[in-house]
């Protein structure tokens, strides 16, 4: 008898999606059971919905999704096919997130309008993205963010490279999570830990199987759900205030120069600002330009069919974007009028519970369950975006390209997979230690602004940047910054950078640190030019002899794992 012959047939793809949908009804009737025995307060009509909603998701992401196939190319970027409109739906979901909703309603609440900076500072660098590096990205067939770096300056400055990307979306997912956690816990009344750990599961389960095409298309649902919950949320959450124009009213009077989108011009000389006005600045220029240098946006972009359609969908997805601003703004203006005790509720001492207060004890049950989905989709639209993106930097600019560069697609595809897994849990246990939202969504950025943002604009369009200057100005940059202290995580200022304050610099140190690396790049560049010659910016070009020198994903599948474009 043959091995042929007595080899157990493939299950179908029939069989295969009754597996995956086996198990996570498994995995959810073991959630359920665990939350009847242990935690008698919680609302299920509530929670139902929050299933349904996770369960909709697995589906699109684990089963319709993972027909696309498995392939090394689609999990990286979708086989270069993702249309403008699944890309605008994509781009934009990755961003309008949980950290970006309830973060920019707890800015709103707790320190005026003013800091509320993420929304337009996001959708700022979306569009600026779109205009400049979209297209030259594009027009590379990368496979990842990292890759115009490898190529100018070697794998070796690649995977310095990676270290500030892979935490900033570390830092992102557990920003999201955190969200997630207080207001399922407030809405819910499910533990904090148990929300974060199932809604972790759940994108990171999706996620291994589908890649890119399941983040994607899962993503075109949430982001109208986003919409739709959020929206319809605020006419009721108005009402119960007394309208819009008396919390505005109410919110001008309070807040004063504050409650305005942005400082006044001349807010260095105002004493309501001061420093202060110095330290707006610093922060939007790190969300505008730190907002550029991420796999996550640039996977989106690697994934679109065309130059013209990567820069449409970035353009689109950043109005988009300002517009999914909207309600959490109103939210955090809404929750500044609002009588929380007179509804039962508890006092409200940490300003990230503002809009999980709002949808608790503000709005009806139905309208209130529709919010949660809303806050779900955001959490799982940009939770498995993040960890995507980090898993494929580390399968492929580390793993295949410092660690086992004669890796196969199947070897690095397995690695990624496994990296998901890592990764996201990772994500969850930093969640699970988090004060405020904000603060994690902003160091996020913070890191990707100063060391990596001067790296990925030379390595584009700089003729002259080596590799000893990209390295210098890496550690000239991490130096200054670190200089300056992290109060997240209690870490003091080391040199005296003026205008402290409760051990935050309000000195702009984070720009100055960005702009002493691009400066140490270019001049250090310069000197060793001759000791080091450049690589030329023709050598990004996909036809040119030092793209044909270096590995990349299959564009299709073949009967070879990997070729050479």
């Excluded at 959630?31 to 697995?58: C, D, E, H, K, R």
């Excluded at 990307?165 to 997630?180: N, R």
């Excluded at 759940?202 to 890649?211: D, E, H, L, P, S």
């Excluded at 935050?504 to 984070?510: D, G, K, N, S």
Aim: glycine residues 10%; contains cysteine.
């Amino acid at each position: 008898m043959s091995v042929e012959a007595t080899r157990t047939p493939e299950p179908t793809a029939t069989a295969t999606q009754v597996i995956k949908l086996g198990g996570f009804a498994v995995v959810i009737t073991g959630a359920l059971i665990y939350v009847a025995l242990t935690q008698p307060n919680v609302s299920w009509p509530g929670l139902l919905a929050m299933i349904g909603f996770y369960a909709l998701f697995y589906w699109l992401g684990a089963v319709v999704a993972a027909r696309k196939g498995g392939s090394l190319v689609n999990t990286l970027v979708a086989g270069r096919n993702i249309p403008l409109w699944i890309g605008v739906f994509t781009m934009t979901a990755t961003w309008v997130g949980g950290g970006y909703i309830n973060g920019t309603a707890e800015a709103t609440f707790a320190s005026g309008m003013a800091w509320a900076q993420a929304p337009w500072g996001y959708a700022l660098s979306l569009v600026i993205g779109g205009l400049f590096f979209a297209g030259k990205m594009r027009r590379g067939r990368f496979a990842t963010m990292l890759d115009p770096i490898d190529i100018r300056f070697g794998k070796r400055a690649a995977g310095l490279g990676a270290v500030p990307a892979v935490l900033g979306e570390i830092f992102w997912s557990g920003a999201i999570l955190t969200a997630l956690g207080t207001t399922f816990g407030t809405i819910v009344g499910l533990d904090f830990t148990f929300s974060i750990i199932l809604s972790a599961a759940v994108a990171i389960a999706y996620t291994v199987v589908g890649g890119m095409w399941s983040v994607a298309i899962t993503d075109v649902v949430q982001v109208i759900v986003i919409f739709i919950g959020l929206f319809a949320a605020i006419p009721f959450a108005a009402s119960a205030v007394g309208g819009l124009g008396g919390a505005w009213s109410g919110y001008q009077e309070a807040f004063g120069s504050y409650a305005s989108l942005f400082p006044p011009l001349t807010g260095w000389d105002d004493p309501a600002w001061g420093p202060l006005w110095w330290n707006w600045w610093d922060m939007g220029l790190l969300l505008v330009m730190g907002g550029i240098p991420w796999q996550v946006y640039f996977q989106r972009v690697l994934s679109a069919r065309d130059e013209k359609t990567a820069r449409r969908l970035s353009v689109g997805a950043g109005v988009l974007c300002m517009l999914a601003a909207v309600p959490p703004i109103l939210i955090g203006i809404i929750a500044t009028a609002a009588n929380f005790s007179a509804a039962g509720a508890p006092p409200l001492d940490n300003p990230s519970m503002a809009l999980p207060y709002v949808l608790r004890y503000l709005l009806p049950t139905g309208v209130a369950a529709l919010a949660m989905g809303a806050m779900a989709a955001a959490v799982m639209s940009s939770v498995d975006s993040s960890v995507l993106s980090a898993s494929s930097l580390t399968g492929w600019n580390v793993y295949r390209r410092l660690i086992r560069p004669k890796a196969t697609a199947a070897q690095v595809q397995r690695m990624i997979r496994r990296l998901i897994v890592v990764i996201g849990a990772t994500a969850a246990v930093l969640a699970l230690n988090v004060a405020s939202v904000y603060q994690l969504w902003y160091l996020a950025s913070d890191l990707v602004y100063v060391l990596l943002f001067p790296m990925l604009v030379c390595a584009l369009f700089v003729p002259f940047a080596n590799r000893i200057g990209v390295v210098a100005g890496f550690i000239v940059g991490f130096l200054l910054r670190f200089s300056g202290g992290e109060p997240t995580f209690g870490l003091p200022a080391l040199l005296p950078w003026p205008w402290q304050q409760d051990g935050a610099v309000l000195f702009p140190f984070r720009t100055v640190s960005m702009l002493a690396g691009l400066a140490t790049i270019l001049v250090v560049s310069w000197l060793t030019r001759r000791v080091h010659q450049p690589v030329p910016l023709s050598a990004l070009d996909p036809d040119s002899p030092e793209r044909r020198a270096m590995p990349m994903p299959a564009e299709q599948d073949r009967t070879s794992e990997e070729v050479k474009v």
